[in-house]
């Protein structure tokens, strides 16, 4: 607003405000953002990016004016006058030209100002030849500023405002030390700059402007004088430069420390700068060439020293600290960016053209200050064109022929050192341009593809005035997450490096914001959110928040993964499924502890102040719509969900030590594409829906349909589309397939490859999939049904040291309180998942109990015999091809522990503990689907029952990697739309999220939390048994565990890339194998 204001009082038209505003589309825009820095009051106009036809305000504000008004009564009040204007409001110098006849100058600094680019060139071209010959001076200046000349007491001036004759001595050896041939060239300054992004990297973040000031420090050293700088040398020496420079601007402070203070770190007393300026030089001077003359060495390594602290020691890691922030800056240099040798050069020419570390260059003529304004020349249209004030990449030879930022022009015969150009003109775009080369495509030695590794400002570089360097100090932080191990990660690989930056800044990763509640809520190092995140409502940034407090590292599991011995007996409490009387409730049993308790009654509370509160709508910021908006949210996704300080997992576990999210066992590099859905019906979720095509309308269109097509009997509210989809391949001679229709429920029609909605139908196949699997398979089958009959059963119905209660605690380890969690969060109406899924409560409650009630008991090998597929097809799948020997690996271990413990099947029939865990009496659906208690009956549930909860489960709970890109698979379809929204993205993600705890696995790592659970099966001491059990068991264990290497050592082999696998299928990979349902 006050910007607006501002605007308005220069009468500035409504229509030049919105052009400003309209084209600043960063949030820190110079243009349209108060707190952005800029030029305070004029900065829209100044930096010109907005607006590159825009004429300067009308006035200097009288707030400036009366801000700069006590210099008057400083030394050179005109000088300092002037310059506070200038620095406070940078187009005053520019109002102050106006009408001004050309060549003429105008008033500025106590003398007279040039600021067309001719009259600046044509200056500077005489500038060496009248100082020869006596008719300029030039003084002791830096740039625009006086200096004091009691703090260079060999000539009372910095070395540019030296007579000729000593400007002479000094300039030669300077050509000298900083001739190309004896300085590397771009090449060996891109190493260089490589080695300390290297350095830097090891720290993970680096402050950008302080940090290359240091280094070039060092290189400079390095290169100019053949001496090596220690970080403590370099530190030293930038303190010092700094109260050098502090000093020679503003001397009072010193002589003030000299007689007041003594030695102080804040403001160095003059004598101090004096004694630490002479320990310089007298160090320079060891290092420089033979040949300087003995009278000359004082002489030459004062200017080399000034050299270093004054001109290229400030003037190139500010090129670089502003090349660096115009990087970043989208409003500067649009995306993409490429950055490469084919227009580096241009790029550098174009950051210091724009943002020049000299303003000016001033001498003095009959006694009167001419100040040549090289920024102003460097913005002249006449030369830069209409639109000078915007950074654009223009003709490098416009470059080469014009650009006067070094005083180029204020060059001398070869021989005479009359030059007042640059010396190091070639050393400062070499270096510039090889560091934004490093920046835009540096990568560690170990790592080869591109981009993993990659650089992004912690916050945004913004601008400020001229007197500040033109930006604000910024941290580059090195981004080292992107290894590819997610779905979708591969497109953001896709991407240059500083798109990636750019990007990860777009979705502003920040502290979170989610409210008193969610705030107490951890782990809060990690609490990481967006201002997308903060758009979502609250019952999603508090799933979101408790899908990553619920991780708990491997390690602190240690002291409860032992048996629980308690007595046989009911729960505590239960938790009751309620299916609104379609099917029988199922009950999950809750420990008493109190904390479970007081946190029920809060979620409790909670769902009750939500439940009615399910809003549907979806701002369009949430909405993901182009491939720029996906490759946000894949970014967003990745970002919220990263860890930071976790210990390492099991080395097969698919947790990660570096995010919340599970690692997948495949990925896909585009989850749309027509070969991606072949591959997800193959060897992915698609696997457990193949069915030969019996549909009379698909047979025109291939043999094998992939059918997602059950929840299209199921009413969706009023947002959203019918779910159900089924796919269609056709099985080549060659052995491929080939999608070629999906029978789209909702829109009632058969769409086929090339049609207008074919992306869509895909999309809604693959939304009916997740959505099927997630909500049948996984929760209400693999949860709610299997595993929480065994584990309630047998806790309920059989004595600690019952054999069969003591293996089954092996392979169900937390499960009632996975199945309990699971329930508070998904089950209840306004719950996650009814708020994630499509369905009003009354349709998901009614997919619950169709789910609970269609479960049947079949042996992994009678599901195989029951499918109705081609073999040729069927054996071929992974879930089947390597299921099987899983489940006959389970199957032998089972019959020889049971068989050792109930030779007989009359001892099982006869055993009153197994007649009462075959009741199941919480899961009603799982015990009319057994068979009469049997020997052979037990060994098969049991089996079945641990193949449910590792193999199987790992099928039915595995879709991350289908969700981590919005355009994978989701709970949820919106007419129009192919991607997940925000919000649905984020809900998801964070119900993956929830199987990303690390849990201990079935063949054991040995670590802390995942020790081997055979000596759980010993029941020698404590269980009253013969020794020869345990060493039956042993045996059977040992050799279950030896089947487990080999079939999963076969499941590598089958994934090799030419093996014949569309893609690589590891859900059976018993070493992958939890013995727990996470959720």
């Known amino acids: 607003q006050a910007r607006a204001l501002h605007w308005v009082s220069c009468e500035r038209s409504s229509t030049c405000i919105e052009a400003a505003m309209n084209n600043a589309p960063d949030t820190a825009s110079a243009a349209g953002d108060e707190d952005a820095g800029s030029d305070d009051v004029c900065g829209g106009w100044y930096w010109g990016h907005a607006d590159s036809k825009d004429e300067p305000p009308g006035s200097v504000p009288m707030t400036v004016s009366l801000a700069a008004l006590p210099m008057r009564l400083s030394k050179d009040p005109d000088f300092y006058q002037d310059f506070g204007k200038y620095v406070m409001c940078p187009h005053f110098l520019d109002k102050q030209a106006q009408g001004a006849a050309a060549g003429m100058g105008c008033p500025f600094l106590g003398g007279k100002a ?148 003594g030695c102080g770190s804040v403001i160095w007393p003059a004598s101090m700068i004096l004694q ?31 050299m270093i602290a004054f001109a290229g020691g400030l003037s190139a890691p500010s090129t670089i600290h502003c090349a660096l922030a115009v990087l970043f800056r989208r409003d500067l240099l649009p995306s993409p960016v490429v950055i490469n040798e084919d227009n580096i050069e241009a790029f550098v020419f174009e950051v210091t053209r ?99 590794v990659y650089w992004s ?35 953001l690989r896709s991407l240059e490096p500083i798109d990636l930056a750019r990007l990860l800044q777009e979705i502003g990763m920040a502290d979170a914001e989610h409210g008193s509640l969610s705030s107490l809520l951890g782990p809060s190092k990690d609490r990481k959110s967006s201002s997308k995140l903060s758009e979502c409502d609250m019952s999603t940034k508090v799933f979101y928040e408790l899908s990553r407090k619920r991780f708990k590292e491997l390690s602190e599991r240690a002291g409860s993964i032992n048996p629980d011995e308690s007595n046989p007996g009911p729960a505590p409490r239960y938790f009751d499924l309620d299916f609104g009387g379609r099917t029988s409730t199922i009950r999950l049993p809750v420990d008493g502890s109190l904390k479970k308790a007081v946190r029920d009654s809060v979620v409790f509370v909670i769902g009750d102040m939500l439940k009615n509160k399910l809003d549907d709508s979806r701002h369009e910021s949430q909405l993901v719509r182009t491939h720029s908006e996906r490759c946000a949210a894949i970014m967003l996704c990745q970002q919220a969900f990263l860890r930071t300080g976790g210990g390492a997992p099991p080395p097969r576990s698919s947790a990660r030590a570096d995010s919340y999210l599970p690692k997948p066992n495949c990925t896909f590099a585009d989850i749309t594409t027509d070969q991606s859905q072949v591959a997800i019906a193959r060897c992915g979720m698609g696997q457990l829906y193949l069915r030969s095509n019996d549909q009379p309308q698909l047979q025109a269109f291939g043999d094998v349909i992939c059918d997602a097509s059950a929840l299209a009997d199921f009413n969706v509210r009023p947002a959203f589309e019918r779910m159900g989809a089924t796919a269609v391949f056709r099985r080549e001679a060659s052995g491929a397939w080939t999608i070629t229709a999906v029978d789209w429920k909702h829109g009632g029609k058969i769409v086929k490859p090339g049609d207008k909605d074919w992306e869509h139908a895909k999309w809604c196949w693959r939304c009916s999939l997740v959505t099927y699997m997630t909500a049948v398979d996984h929760l209400v089958i693999s949860h709610w049904v299997v595993a929480n009959a065994i584990a309630s059963s047998c806790r309920e119905t059989m004595r600690p040291f019952h054999p069969i209660r003591r293996l089954l605690q092996a392979i169900t380890y937390n ?223 040992a050799n279950m565990m030896s089947k487990m290497k080999q079939i999963s050592a076969s499941v590598k082999t089958r994934n090799a890339p030419d093996a014949g696998r569309e893609m690589p299928c590891a859900v059976m990979d018993p070493l992958a194998f939890e013995r727990s349902l996470s959720l």
């Open 114 to 261: 040039f600021l067309r680019h001719a009259d600046v060139n044509k200056r500077l071209a005489e500038v060496p030849a009248q100082h020869a010959a006596g008719q300029i001076e030039r003084r002791n200046e830096l740039g625009y500023l006086l200096l004091d000349g009691a703090t260079f007491p060999m000539t009372g001036s910095l070395g540019l405002g030296n007579s000729a004759e000593s400007h002479r001595t000094s300039r030669r050896w300077l050509e000298e030390l900083l001739a190309p041939s004896r300085l590397p060239n771009r090449s060996g300054w891109l190493e260089e700059a490589g080695l300390f992004l290297a350095e830097m990297a090891t720290e993970r973040r680096f402050k950008v402007r302080s940090a290359i000031s240091k280094w070039w420090y060092k290189m400079l050293f390095k290169h100019v004088l053949g001496e090596t700088l220690s970080s403590e040398d370099a530190d030293a020496f930038g303190k010092f430069q700094n109260a050098w420079l502090q000093g020679a601007v503003m001397s009072g402070p010193n002589r003030f420390a000299d007689k007041f203070c």
């Open 354 to 452: 724009l943002f020049p570390a000299v303003q000016g260059f001033c001498y003095w003529q009959g006694g009167q200050r001419q100040v040549l304004s090289l920024n102003a020349a460097l913005r002249d249209p006449a030369v830069w064109g209409e639109d000078a004030n915007k950074f654009t990449l223009k003709d490098v030879e416009l470059y080469r022929r014009n650009h006067i930022g070094f005083a180029n022009p204020a060059t001398s015969a070869a021989g005479t050192f009359d030059s007042k150009a640059c010396p190091g003109i070639q050393l400062a775009l070499d270096v510039a341009q090889a560091f934004v080369l490093a920046v835009c495509r540096w990568q560690p030695t170990n790592i080869s593809t591109k981009p993993s």
């Open 276 to 306: 630490v300026q002479e320990e310089y030089r007298e160090r320079i001077k060891k290092r420089l060439p033979a040949d300087v003359p003995a009278g000359d060495r004082d002489m030459v390594a004062q200017g080399v020293l000034e």
């Open 457 to 491: 400002p912690v916050t945004i570089p913004k601008p400020q005035g001229v007197h500040k360097k033109w930006f604000s100090d910024f941290e580059l932080e090195i981004q080292d997450w992107l290894d590819g191990d997610q779905t979708g990660e591969h497109l």
């Open 815 to 1037: 499960t009632a309180s996975i199945n309990h969690n699971s329930a508070l969060s998904l089950f209840p109406a306004g719950g996650m998942l009814n708020r994630m899924s499509p369905f009003p409560y009354e349709e998901l409650q009614r997919i619950f109990a169709v789910a609970a009630d269609s479960y049947k008991f079949q042996t992994w090998p009678q599901e195989y015999e029951a499918v109705k597929l081609p073999e040729d097809v069927k054996s071929k799948l992974p879930i089947y091809q390597d299921g099987l020997e899983v489940y006959a690996a389970f199957h032998d271990f089972v019959s020889g522990y049971v068989n050792t413990y109930f030779p007989d099947d009359s001892q099982v029939s006869s055993d009153q503990e197994l007649q009462e865990y075959w009741k199941f009496t919480c899961v009603p659906q799982y015990a009319r689907a057994l068979p009469q208690l049997s020997k052979q009956a037990l060994i098969d549930q049991l089996t079945r029952g641990t193949f449910d909860v590792t193999g199987y489960h790992e099928l039915v709970g595995y879709v991350v990697a289908y969700t981590t890109d919005p355009a994978g698979g989701s709970l949820q379809v919106r007419p129009g739309l192919d991607m997940a929204d925000l919000q649905e993205f984020l809900a998801v993600n964070s119900l993956v999220a929830g199987t990303g705890t690390p849990m201990p696995m079935f063949v054991p790592s040995g670590e802390p939390g995942d020790e081997d659970w055979l000596p759980q099966l010993d029941l020698t001491a404590k269980g009253g048994y013969d020794t020869k059990h345990f060493a039956e068991v042993s045996k059977f264990y």
